[in-house]
């Protein structure tokens, strides 16, 4: 009994601190946008002041479970909207705008589908973000300012409401969507797999990602500097080197 | 004593584990606001289409499976313990894991991919892909029941219905069938859970799409997504179908168990 | 008339055998497990291919491996009785017993099966499932089951071994009226001398897949051919009628003369049972002494020295064996033609029905 006892107590010590290791070093949890795996992956593991585990899903569910009460360090979203939205919930910390993205038609490498209104031929399969996610949001906010016709055809081609976007980057990969809308910072990060067909200018978004410091962090100053770090830092560096843009002046 | 009570407290703290979860969805929520959530427009077609794929699967899993459940029950050949730990197999593997594999073999890229292509299957972005989705992860759970219960028939019973002029195909289904059923059953009823429930392998190998492959649990995600209450709402019908189902199989596997007391 | 002869090896066992059971006439084959005597049944069941056999029943060819012929069992009108019954779990009596009738409305289906547990006064119990049911009834819904399909041979696996003693008499008794009614060939096996001497008009006595010995019980119990079936029948086995006699005692009118009591209960046609080294011979005229109850007179026949005992051949009203000691023989100065007594114990008699 005592010894069942006993092997408890380690266990329960082990899940809680790993304070104790690293000497001290805080751990920080981030809640960001599944577009950033690729670039967010490798500076979290070299991140020296801190040792960071990253959540990545669609910026929407990860603002869902801030609001069910799971309390990240630092959110980073693929919108303004959804961390304006928890600051004026009182959940997150004024958020900081800390990098642009360019939103892209995607399409499997050698494919013959050049342009938008390609997306409107009969049978062609596509994969989009589902309405609340970022991408999902940037692409209707889009498809909406083509001509009505053009917008009804399109849509009635989705075949999948993906819940983030590596899910589309996934359908397209597999040759199972003919044409996608990701980042084109998905486009880099699937090497040879895809091709990213700009928009034209009228027609491109504005997709600003920003971050801020949960409410109830356990050590906000390290969260803040993290998010800091994200404008100016090795972070922000890695983000460039994936495609994205700098924050908007 | 000290071994009862602790024996006691294992129970409760399972009791509770298992049980909380399930009540809090009951609980946040009056009746009514579950019910509106539900006539929002995509919680009944999730539903409905669950519902659909899970007993097209189950059509499927039991229209095969039974068949060779037997097989591996009662015939010992070279290499069976190979072909079980086959047949077993998706039963560890995580769904995420489950959804590749489908996709490596049956997607546009896959194995067969050019094979079902020519002959016009289509499978991904399908509900006949969902299907193939339930199908595979949901088997395992079928069979493993149905072979051990063909495996407790006993043998002279077949004898037995041979001699009184059964073919050995009539004998199966008169004799083997309902001898086993309570095993058939449980599997069955393990497996349409399964089903209903699968997440990763569907969204993986068919996508979302409402109405066409955004099943229950699909839709529940995108919704906790958005608005927990729709979520939960979705999740109390699911919760609760499921338990029908449970219990319903409980009912016929007592009213079996029941009938007549022996002497 | 059941014809089978059967060469073929299961596993250590090699069978070797040749019988014919005559329609009305019941063949019990007696032997020690792992004779192969099931396979026997088996085989003429058509559930096991033997490598060399012909089996015909009535006429028809049920098997003949020479000229590859092998009728499914579902096609040989046999009736087997298993030897736990298999009666289906799942379905009610009438339901077993109906199991086999086929082309005709269930309403006809349920009318023939309540006639035929009827006869075996088992209509109460129609609904009942095989679950509820004792081992007595049980066996007889499964005797129900295979005469529902009007069989042309019966063929019954250890028909008595799952009942309790008690059953057992009585099952014995009716079963033996069912074979007598039915009068198609019946072929029995069982490893119990006395349930093959009950039931069977012949016995045959296997070892190592041969039949050794095979004649009617008394005559393989009076005069074994071997060390093997004398060991194995070890009874000898006396008919009569029964009636309850004075003090709690069965009162046994020997066919043929003569009379012996048994503390078993009894009445009507029965046999007895009593083992030789049960016996005791005194000389004739001897008054009676000592707690022998029972005291049949009767000539020596012959007397053969077995190990250190002397197995006495008696010739009575019915043939008697008797085992004693060396000594007792030589005191008695035995030999053929000496008239003697034979006097075992009223306990010692079984009394084992007809």
């Known amino acids: 009994m005592a010894a069942l006892a006993g092997v408890l107590v380690l266990a329960a010590a082990g899940c809680g601190g790993d304070e104790a290791e690293g000497g001290g070093e805080p751990r920080l949890v981030v809640s960001a946008a599944s577009s950033m795996t690729e670039a967010l992956t490798e500076c979290a593991r070299d991140y020296a002041a801190a040792d960071v585990r990253l959540q990545l899903a669609g910026s929407d569910e990860l603002a869902a479970q801030i609001r069910q009460g799971v309390k990240p360090d630092v959110y980073a979203a693929a919108n303004t909207r959804l961390p304006d939205e928890l600051h004026d919930e009182g959940l997150l910390s004024r958020p900081v705008e800390f990098a642009t993205n360019t939103f892209v038609l995607a399409t499997p490498a050698g ?34 300012l083509l001509p009505r016709a053009q917008e009804e055809a399109i849509l009635a081609n989705v075949r999948s409401n993906e819940p983030d976007v590596k899910g589309i980057v996934g359908k397209l990969s597999q040759g199972a969507a003919d044409a996608g809308f990701v980042y084109v910072t998905d486009v880099n990060a699937a090497g040879e797999e ?56 | 004593m000290i071994f009862r009570i602790a024996l006691g407290a294992a129970l409760a703290v399972a009791l509770v584990f298992l049980t909380l979860p399930v009540v809090a969805i009951f609980v946040d929520s009056t009746p009514g606001e579950l019910i509106d959530s539900l006539g929002e427009p995509g919680a009944l077609d999730a539903l ?73 299957v289509e499978l991904t972005f399908q509900t006949a892909g969902v299907v193939v989705a339930l199908t595979f992860v949901a088997s395992p759970f079928y069979i493993r029941q149905a072979v ?35 095993s058939l059953v449980a599997g069955a009823a393990l497996a349409f859970g399964r089903a209903l429930g699968e ?14 492959t955004q099943t229950a649990p699909l839709a529940i995600y995108e919704r906790f997504n958005v608005e927990f209450e729709d979520a939960l709402a979705l999740s109390a019908v699911l919760v609760a179908v499921s338990a029908a189902i449970l219990l319903s199989v409980k009912l016929v596997q007592g009213s079996e168990a029941l009938g007549g007391a022996p002497r | 008339m059941l014809r089978a002869e059967i060469r073929t090896r299961l596993g250590a066992v090699g069978l070797d055998l040749t019988f014919e059971v005559g329609p009305g006439e019941c063949l019990a084959l007696a032997g020690p497990s792992g004779a192969g005597k099931t396979s026997v049944l088996r085989v003429a069941a058509g559930l096991v291919r033997p490598r060399w056999g012909r089996v015909e029943a009535n006429g028809d060819t049920w098997l003949d491996t020479e000229r590859g012929i092998d009728v499914p069992p579902e096609r040989r009108r046999c009736g087997y009785v298993f030897q736990e019954y298999a009666l289906f779990p799942h379905l009610s009596a009438w339901q077993n017993v109906a ?15 309540l006639e035929l547990l009827e006869r075996f ?28 399909r009007r069989p042309a041979a019966l063929l019954l696996d250890e028909p008595l071994s799952a009942l309790d003693a008690r059953t057992r008499a009585e099952a014995s008794r009716e079963l033996a009226a069912v074979l007598r009614e039915v009068r198609v060939p019946a072929l029995l096996v069982t490893h119990d001398f006395a349930e093959a001497a009950q039931l069977g008009d012949r016995v045959g006595v296997i070892d190592a897949g041969r039949v050794v010995q095979e004649g009617t019980p008394s005559e393989l119990a009076a005069e074994p051919r071997s060390a093997f079936v004398a060991d194995f029948t070890g009874a000898v086995v006396l008919t009569g009628t029964a009636r309850p006699g004075r003090e709690d005692l069965t009162e046994v009118e020997l066919d043929g003369g003569g009379a012996v009591a048994s503390t078993d209960p009894g009445s009507g046609p029965v046999a007895v049972s009593v083992y030789p080294w049960e016996i005791a011979i005194e000389p004739a005229g001897e008054p009676a002494h000592g707690s022998t109850r029972n005291r049949l007179p009767a000539e020596v026949l012959s007397v053969t020295t077995v190990g250190n005992r002397v197995r006495v051949s008696l010739a009575g ?19 053929p033609g000496v008239r003697v007594l034979a006097t075992w114990k009223a306990t010692a008699t079984r009394v084992v029905g007809n």
């Open chain 1, 111 to 144: 494919s013959e589908i050049d342009a938008v209104e390609d997306l409107r031929r009969e049978g062609v399969a596509i994969a989009i973000g589902s309405e609340s996610v970022p991408i999902g949001a940037y692409t209707r906010e889009t498809l909406a």
């Open chain 1, 194 to 249: 895809l091709e990213a067909i700009e928009l034209p200018a009228e027609l491109e978004p504005e997709v600003t990602y920003g971050a801020g410091v949960v409410e109830g962090a356990r050590d906000p100053g390290a969260a803040r500097a993290f998010v800091e770090g994200l404008v100016d830092g090795p972070c922000a560096d890695a983000l460039e080197a994936a495609g994205f843009g700098p924050p908007p002046r």
């Open chain 2, 48 to 120: 409905w289409l669950s519902l659909r794929t899970t007993a097209t699967a189950l059509a499927i899993i039991l229209v095969v499976g039974t068949p060779a459940a037997y097989l591996l029950a009662t015939r010992s050949f070279r290499g069976k313990a190979a072909v079980v730990t086959l047949v077993e197999l998706p039963l560890v593997l995580p769904p995420a894991v489950a959804g590749v594999a489908l996709l490596a073999a049956l997607g546009p890229h896959g194995i067969v991919g050019d094979e079902l292509d020519s002959a016009g």
């Open chain 2, 148 to 182: 051990a219960g063909f495996a407790s028939v006993d043998r002279t019973l077949l004898d037995a219905s041979r001699t009184l002029g059964s073919s050995e195909a009539r004998g199966f289904l008169r004799v083997v069938i309902p001898s086993a059923m309570p």
């Open chain 2, 199 to 212: 997440f990763g392998a569907t969204l993986m190998f068919a996508g979302s799409l409402q109405g066409v």
């Open chain 3, 99 to 113: 199991y086999p009738l086929r082309g005709m409305r269930r309403a006809e289906r349920r009318r023939r099966a």
């Open chain 3, 121 to 148: 006064g088992m209509r109460e119990l129609a609904d009942a499932r095989p679950r509820t049911l004792s081992g007595g009834e049980r066996q007889r819904v499964a005797l129900a089951r295979v005469l529902a």
């Open chain 3, 317 to 335: 009203a019915q043939p008697i064996v008797a085992e004693i000691t060396l000594d007792s023989a030589e005191r008695l100065g035995l030999r």
